[in-house]
């Protein structure tokens, strides 16, 4: 059993509750490589997406909704008593209606779609550089000529499909002489059909306007149902006014190809503005229609009007009226011919508005001041001689009578003159044009400039997570604040991983194994290695080490494997041995020992072989090409290591080997994997512990030594294997869990 030897005084750890802003960016400096990378893959895959997307254009046009006319003359003075409003909100949503859009679709059979099948990736892109003569064709990439590459065309004005293939996916191929033949969505053929002739068969309809295409060139059509397909033009038009109460309408659409953009602007535009000439026309025909009622019955009460005062003049005689009643005449005349217009145009108003609208209330004032007047001008006439009133009434009724009558028929002949020349409220200012040379879509500068920070962002990202993540520990302080002297920190041998390289491209093409492990001994390739110098170190500290052991046996464990302890045996060993003592090298592990290999020899004849007394000690005990170093190798894998380990032999073994060599360094398996390190620690005079840099947590650490302790074993120190030169530095805190470690035999 080893002794007890000091140890450092486990130190409370401390957890920095401030962000290390240099060991950050340190974090990041290390992984300078990784973060370039994946920025650099982003930036090309931005400038791939910028120069392969379709380039989307623009159609804008401008429309102008000119102030709207009353139907009636005379109603713009009751308009302008308020103010009138911009009409423009309300003629984007006509533009927008399902009647001007729906038209559009119809006219442009935009529920149909009929697109050429371009080849994954970059069959679009070699498309569109296509620049042929109209009908000419592009020439196909040998072995896919089913794809389109330029110049193909299919024009469909007519498809009916039953109810379930709606918004299904068809499948149309052109043949020879100007034939098709239509697919369904599993590839079921269903009608073959020409151009210019329409076909009707098993529930479908179609009418192939023209077909522009190699033999065998695959078109993909589907058919939208007609709601859908405006639903969707609705969305993706844009109407806004430019400036307040402007009056001025701009109109965008946004499509890959810049004439069908053009078409799909200008007809809406002609749609609407058709639409709102027919409306202004309808009202007037309807204001027309209700003045030509009501022209009988004015003409009528005129004509009654000047019997009534003729007759009068007949059998009164002639009676002139006084210069007063003459003076009220006229004012009765005016106010009463206001009042009638004002009654005409109670129809309109209450065809146009309702009751409690401004423009009504205004015309009821209107009436109720003239209605005022009328009945100051009644209590004046009465104050008239009963001959000069009856005279004044009669002459008062037939003025107002043909002042009606008069201005009625001037109202029908402006409005059969604005009927007739009706050209609406709305112009279109702008046709529909596009800037073919600048597409609005995609930004390539700022899509490369997004998917370069995108990228950086990320990588940075990736690199603190995986920081964060990593619970290995990399800081020596750490471990010596749970109780364990580190003896050394050896650096990560650059020669050492370019020897294991060698060695794993032979070993892959002899048995593809899945396994690394080192296959030359560095001590002896390059002795001047930084890392053999640290082991150089290991060797002076042990030595004072083994003075106060109870025997010359040192056994190295590790707490997973995977660490390098196989490494740091082989090459201590080496390093003890070229300063002239007689080391003796046993590889403990007899289910993936490998030691063996380091030396260049085979497995067997080694301890499984002594411990089952097939040979003896000496047998076992191989020389090497390093002078006063040999080795034990592990022997041929037994069915029960532990239970060998756990014999009276292996006791034999060591007390054998240590009287005959100076250091005894026995390689054990890994503690938190098997308990044979335990079994053969408790007799040998030192133990040590190998860690990796940034692999093993220190809790497991902690824990790799109470398991030690529960079998009283003390662990004497630590060696901190391939250290890593990092900005970082040291200095983060360590989370912990359950370990286990799956550690089979290799047959």
Not at 282 to 305: G, M, N, T, V
Request: glycine share 8%.
């Amino acid at each position: 059993m080893s002794t007890q030897s000091p140890t450092a005084q486990p130190q409370p750890s401390s957890t920095e509750d401030e962000i290390d802003l240099l060991a950050l960016i340190g974090t990041l400096w290390d992984n300078k490589n990784l973060i370039v990378a994946i920025t650099s893959v982003f930036t090309i895959l931005g400038v791939a997406y910028a120069l392969l997307a379709t380039p989307i254009y623009q159609a804008t046009a401008i429309i102008q909704v000119e102030e709207k006319q009353p139907g009636l003359p005379g109603m713009s003075d009751i308009t302008e008593m308020l103010g009138s409003e911009s009409e423009a909100v309300t003629e984007i949503e006509l533009i927008k209606s399902r009647s001007v859009v729906g038209s559009t679709v119809d006219k442009l059979h935009l529920a149909i779609e009929a697109e050429p099948v371009y080849a994954p990736i970059l069959g679009s892109a070699i498309a569109r550089k296509f620049k042929g003569a109209d009908g000419e064709l592009a020439t196909p990439i040998s072995g896919l000529d089913q794809y389109a590459w330029g110049g193909e065309k299919l024009a469909i004005t007519e498809l009916n499909v039953p109810d379930a293939l709606y918004g299904e996916e068809l499948e149309l191929i052109a043949k020879e002489s100007g034939r098709y033949q239509l697919f369904g969505p599993k590839g079921t053929p269903i009608l073959e059909g020409k151009t210019g002739e329409k076909r009707v068969e098993s529930g479908f309809s179609i009418y192939v306007q023209s077909l522009n295409a190699r033999p065998g060139t695959r078109f993909s059509v589907i058919k939208h149902r007609r709601l859908s397909a405006i639903i969707e033009l609705q969305e993706e038009l844009g109407a806004s006014e430019r400036g307040k109460d402007s009056g001025i309408i701009a109109l965008a659409f946004e499509h890959k190809s810049p004439e069908f953009a053009e078409d799909i602007l200008n007809t809406i535009s002609q749609f609407y503005v058709r639409q709102n000439v027919e409306r202004q026309s309808a009202e007037a025909s309807k204001s027309l229609e209700f003045l030509r009622k009501q022209l009988p019955i004015i003409k009528k009460d005129l004509e009654k009007a000047e019997a009534e005062f003729n007759s009068y003049q007949v059998k009164a005689g002639s009676v002139n009226i006084s210069a007063e009643a003459e003076a009220l005449l006229e004012q009765v005349v005016e106010i009463e011919t206001s009042i009638s217009e004002l009654q005409l145009k109670q129809a309109e108003l209450d065809r146009l508005y309702t009751r409690d609208h401004p423009n009504y209330q205004a015309w009821r004032d209107q009436m109720a001041e003239l209605q005022s007047r009328k009945n100051q001008m009644d209590k004046r006439i009465k104050g008239l001689p009963g001959t000069q009133q009856e005279l004044l009434g009669l002459k008062r009724d037939l003025e107002v009578g043909t002042e009606i009558y008069t201005q009625l028929l001037n109202s029908i002949q402006e409005l059969d003159i604005i009927r007739a020349g009706t050209v609406g409220n709305v112009r279109v200012v702008d046709d529909a044009a596009v800037d073919v040379e600048e597409p609005v879509k995609p930004k390539k500068a700022l899509i490369v400039v997004i998917a370069t920070l995108l990228g950086g962002f990320l990588s940075v990202a990736l690199v603190l997570v995986r920081s964060a993540l990593n619970r290995g520990v990399e800081n020596p302080d750490d471990i010596e604040a749970i109780g364990l002297p580190v003896y050394t920190s050896i650096p990560l041998s650059d020669e050492q991983r370019k020897l294991d390289g060698v060695g794993r491209r032979r070993q892959a093409i002899r048995k593809k194994h899945k396994n690394q492990h080192p296959h030359d001994l560095l001590a002896h390739k390059n002795p001047t290695d930084i890392a053999i110098e640290s082991l150089r170190n290991l060797r002076t500290s042990l030595h004072f080490a083994m003075l106060e052991a109870e025997n010359n046996v040192m056994m190295i464990s590790g707490p997973s494997p995977n660490v390098g302890k196989s490494f740091v045996s082989g090459n201590l060993a080496a390093v003890v041995a070229q300063a002239g003592q007689r080391v003796l090298l046993i590889d403990m592990d007899l289910r993936k020992g490998y030691m063996h290999k380091m030396f260049g020899m085979q497995p067997d004849n080694g301890v499984s072989d002594v411990l089952g007394k097939r040979i003896s000690v000496q047998e076992a005990i191989k020389p090497t090409r390093v002078g006063e170093l040999f080795v034990m190798p592990r022997g041929v894998i037994p069915p029960n290591p532990s239970e060998l380990l756990m014999s009276q032999q292996l006791t034999d073994l060591l007390n054998e080997v240590k009287e005959q060599f100076d250091l005894v360094i026995v390689d054990t398996p890994p503690i938190m994997a098997v308990t044979d390190a335990a079994i053969v620690g408790r007799q040998c005079g030192v133990t040590m512990i190998v860690a990796r840099f940034g692999l093993n947590p220190i809790k497991e650490l902690e824990v790799t030594k109470q398991r030690f302790e529960q079998n009283g074993i003390t662990v004497k120190g630590v060696v901190l294997n391939a250290v890593e030169r990092r900005a970082s530095g040291y200095g983060y805190g360590y989370g912990y869990g359950y370990y286990h470690y799956e550690y089979k035999s290799d047959k």
